[in-house]
């Protein structure tokens, strides 16, 4: 049984493994990021100089290959009376980076057995992979139904076996680093259950995942017109998820003026126990408005929430307007919720 890791703890172990020779499989469900996370690792251990992503960081598909492809075709030298083998174009044969080989579970058995010369020796026919390189392997478990077969006992004895799964706190750490709407993280943040929901035996072909509420950001950041947002989410998520997102963007357009708030926040109006999705997603809304101007209402009125969405507009506005951090009132915020800035 593998250890399973969030995405953050993998992005920490993985370098361990790569500086002990090491190469790692990591099991996962379809869509969680496992491809993200290595080539992050990646950019942090070889991007350097300006170089694209294509110098440091190789997404190989062993499924979509043959074993030829990677063996490369043999060319008869009639002199010397061998054969040598051309280097496939795909592989590097310079520089430092990580190789990553993805889906590894689908390849035939054929192609996972010219691989374990790969893993286990760095080198295939007659390439070498050059001293800079590392490989990092990758693959939907079994019991997913995601295209993915059993990885053969050689082939599985040569690699150290990780389980990643999907994390709240991580995904949703990424998504306001990578500018989603604030209002998709709350509704996360208020049906956490949702992140990731793939169930192997449904004939869906959406469904809730990291990568499609990603995509589903990015649709909600075109404004899409209502008539057609619901059917727009359903296509990223599939029906379920789609109609909970549509029922609160529903409720965060009823909300109070949010100049109200920051007008008035001793008094401005907070939704009760009895409207936890309005209570998301005005904490969403007073996240939007951060500024270190606006940041001292935010701050009172954020005071009168729960706290836990207290800490989600206060962390949330430093990860938007880092300026922030140093105003007094979220010093001051700090400095009595020690215990979330953890």
Known sequence: MTHQLTLAELKHALPIILDAGLAPFIEGPPGIGKSDVVAQVAKERHGRNGASADAWFLDVKPAQRDPVDFTGLPVPDMEARVTNWLRPGFLPSEGGGILFLDELTAATPQVQNVLLELILQRKIGDH????????????????????????????ANRLIHLEAIADLDDWCRWALDAGLPVLLIAFMRFRPTLLHQFDPQSDEKAFPSPRSWAA???ILAQRPPAEIRLSLLRGAVGEAAAVQLEAFLDVYQALPSIDQVLADPDNAPVPGVSEPAARYAIAAALTERASAQSIQPIATYAGRLPAELAGMVMLGSIRRDPEIRDT??????????GDLMT
Request: aromatic letters at 10%; zero cysteines.
């Open 128 to 155: 070498r992979l050059p001293d800079g390189w590392s490989i990092v392997t990758a693959g939907n478990g079994a019991k997913d139904r995601a295209y993915a077969a059993t990885l053969g006992t050689a082939m």
């Open 328 to 337: 007094r009132p979220f010093i001051s915020w700090a400095a009595d919720n």
């Open 216 to 218: 589903v950001g990015k």
